[in-house]
């Protein structure tokens, strides 16, 4: 191996050097195999700088079209976060088949516009929950699982998992229940679907719009803020 | 035919009727495996409402001029493969652009979408596009090997690289379709068929689930609608190839759709049968008994 590298930036021992602490996360410079010099500072190159916009929808009738095709092609993000992902897997099985109704799974969230969090969301899971809601495209849609999405549920007052999702990001539909069986899942669905024909499930604009609130929220609660403000 | 104009709305016609055939095709492919699975399944026109709700997506984002040009290449992959491809014999109108040496254009732009989504996963900078792209070319490399050695047999068979001869060769009736007259060859093209449509056991380059999707992990909105647009494409027009190489091509559309769907159809009753290859094992599969057999038709053919 002749790369070499180095960092120019080393830590100091200050209260802003400790925001970010991973040593990837570190400006540093490289030197290629041609003993070219390379400068990296992965915040800067690795993650868009952009703050989201808003994007509206432009065309009536279009966008009426396009909110049939949405809602009846709902990809959801296989992300479980608590006890209520139990209830995802059984909506692929002959006793519920939800692939009737245009619902399917999808194991990346660029591919995805349905978040469902299910259940009750520790502080670690929320980080990722974040960056996973952020990085997909939009219009995106969040249905929230089970009680402890509502108001905490039976962890009301841990001191590890949140109470209230919609402060962190917007939901559109709530299913309640501890837990909801997936009857109550698919009824959820159908909501969303009522949702998204009428033009209602903008979520992803309201996010932006409220970004600053959001954003504030989320710092509130995760301590550890190690990952960029905008990493979609 | 004469008049270019017409030529290319003739093709491009075609190209509509086969993009809706695929994606009618893959509806169904997916409602015989949920049968099998005791569901429903989707309904039919599911892949048409996927389809407009992915080009309908407002939030796009771009890696870089590769990552936007991977489908790009892509598509151009299969609407080449498609160009040059018969699809119904003694009939210049779905001809489209067949010439005396097409086969050895099909080959290589089998591999050129490929190659151009390899190098646009590849900037989408996840890792598991890279370990799906790196799982793609190594079992597609084994894969070639059999299907080349089949072609180059049927080449020496009927002494011409077009596809319209063999296909006119193979006219009068089943007695002189390529797959009675010389069954080595056919074996290890068919074999090889299982790993080109990358449906199960052999699809564990996109291993749903399991490395999330491989290749076109970052790929969404209209990037991921015109890689679905290109599969349904590419499946029908690579089954037509195998038609018309194997089963004596078509002559008239009814005939092109029921043979077509038969010859996906091995690849999915195998595929629901068996369970999924590790890459590996795939690998080793191909350069077995497919390769053996492809040797075999060129030596008995000298």
Not at chain 2, 1 to 14: Q, R, S, V
Not at chain 2, 268 to 285: L, T, W
Request: hydrophobic share 45%.
């Amino acid at each position: 191996m002749s790369e070499e590298t180095k960092h120019n930036n080393q830590p100091e021992n200050t209260e802003e050097s400790n925001k970010f602490p991973k040593e990837h996360l570190q400006k540093r410079t490289v030197y290629s195999p041609d003993g070219e010099k390379i400068e990296i500072d992965p915040l800067q190159d690795y993650y868009l700088q952009d703050r989201p916009e808003r994007r509206d929808p432009r065309y009536r009738v279009v966008e009426k079209f396009l909110n049939w095709a949405r809602s009846e092609s709902l990809w959801i993000l296989g992300f479980g976060t608590g006890c209520g992902s139990i209830e995802l897997p059984p909506l692929t099985t002959p006793r519920f088949d939800a692939f009737r109704f245009g619902i399917a799974m999808r194991p990346t969230p660029r591919q995805s516009n349905v978040f469902i969090i299910s259940g009750y969301m520790s502080i670690k899971t929320l980080k990722r929950a974040i960056r996973s809601y952020e990085q997909m495209p939009d219009p995106k849609y969040v249905v929230a699982l089970g009680s402890c999405t509502i108001n905490g549920g039976m962890y009301f007052d841990s001191y590890n998992t949140i109470n209230r999702l919609d402060k962190y990001m917007p939901v559109d539909v709530y299913i309640a229940g501890c837990m909801p069986r997936p009857e109550a899942l698919i009824a959820g669905f159908n909501k969303l679907k009522q949702r998204i024909k009428e033009g209602r499930a903008e979520g992803a604009n309201e996010y932006v719009q409220r970004f600053d609130e959001y954003k504030a929220n989320q710092k509130q609660i995760i301590k550890d803020w190690n990952m960029p403000d905008y990493n979609w | 035919m004469e008049n270019i104009a017409a030529k290319l709305l003739w093709t491009f016609l075609g190209l509509l009727i086969v993009l809706n055939w695929g994606m009618l095709k893959t509806s169904i492919v997916r409602k015989i495996v949920a049968r099998v699975g005791g569901r429903y399944g989707i309904r039919w026109y599911q892949p048409w409402i996927n389809l407009i709700k992915l080009y309908g997506t407002r939030g796009q984002l771009s890696h870089g001029v590769m990552f936007y040009l991977g489908p790009v290449f892509r598509i151009a992959g299969g609407v080449g493969l498609f160009l040059f491809m018969p699809l119904i014999f003694g009939d210049p109108r779905w001809s489209n652009f067949a010439f005396a040496g097409d086969l050895i254009l099909l080959l290589y732009f089998k591999f050129f979408g490929m190659l151009g989504m390899a190098l646009g996963a590849g900037e989408g900078g996840h890792p598991y596009s890279a370990i799906g792209v790196s799982r793609g070319l190594s079992q597609y490399t084994t894969v070639e090997i059999p299907f080349t050695l089949g072609i180059i047999a049927l080449a020496v068979q009927y002494d011409t690289l077009s596809l319209t001869e063999m296909v006119a060769a193979q006219q009068g009736g089943i007695a002189n379709w390529t797959i009675v007259t010389n069954p080595i060859a056919s074996a290890a093209l068919l074999f090889s068929m299982l790993g080109i449509f990358m449906h199960a056991p052999f699809d564990l380059v996109k291993a749903p689930n399991e490395i999330p999707i491989g290749p076109p992990t970052e790929y969404h909105g209209s990037y991921l609608g015109v890689l679905r647009t290109n599969a349904a494409i590419m499946h029908i027009t690579e089954a037509v190839l195998f038609m018309n190489l194997l089963f004596g091509g078509a002559n008239n559309w009814i005939e092109l759709i029921i043979k077509t769907f038969l010859i996906y159809f091995i690849t999915v009753f195998i595929g629901v049968v068996f369970p999924r290859f590790r890459i590996e094992q795939s690998v080793r599969f191909f350069l077995g008994v497919p390769l053996i057999l492809g040797i075999l038709a060129i030596i008995l053919i000298m």
